[in-house]
């Protein structure tokens, strides 16, 4: 997704990507929306700099903000649940959920002592000196606590095993225009690069 030149209409706090650091944009300062997905919207500033800007701050872009998150009925909960709002989760340089994308490497629930339920993600990143983790983890962790049901939700980041790009669903493979048949752990990944 481009658009054409945003002047922001107020000072607009933006984590940069991808070193994770929060810094204030001033008003007045043009950005260009390069994707607006998971209730989130990355930005490139004309400098240069590719921004993260939440979407409580929407209003700065001239957008409206996004509707509550839905949340899911009393009752409702299921582990499939809980992968679907993990699948609202998008890396902010990539276009793709990080379920697709196969940050994720294992979702445990576990009944907890009083009623409830409590979640614990283990996931990866997909260049380990990724600023972006504690975003992502924050993320994860927010939108699965709004669920019915859960009392408790602890993301992890893990370095071992290396995620590599045949971790990938074969949607997002399509989706990035990467060879199925080359996405392997072997393979380099083309939007990095290496």
Known sequence: MQSNLIA???DCEATEVPYGG??????????????SLGGTYTVATEQGSMMRIEAKNADALGLASEPKEAQAAPGQFSEKLVWDHLKTVYDPEIPVNIVDLGLIYSCQVTPVEGGGNKIEIKMAMTAPGCGMGDV??????????????????????????PWHPGRMSDAAKLQLGLDLDTASPNSPFPLYGS
């Not at 001033?26 to 390069?34: E, F, K, L, Q, S």
């Open 136 to 161: 992502l983890r924050t993320d994860i962790e927010r939108k699965l606590s709004q669920l019915p049901e859960v009392k408790e939700v602890h993301a992890q980041i893990v370095f071992d095993p």
């Open 8 to 10: 922001l209409s107020r």
């Open 22 to 35: 929060v810094q204030v944009l001033p008003a007045g300062t043009h950005v260009r929306i390069m994707q």
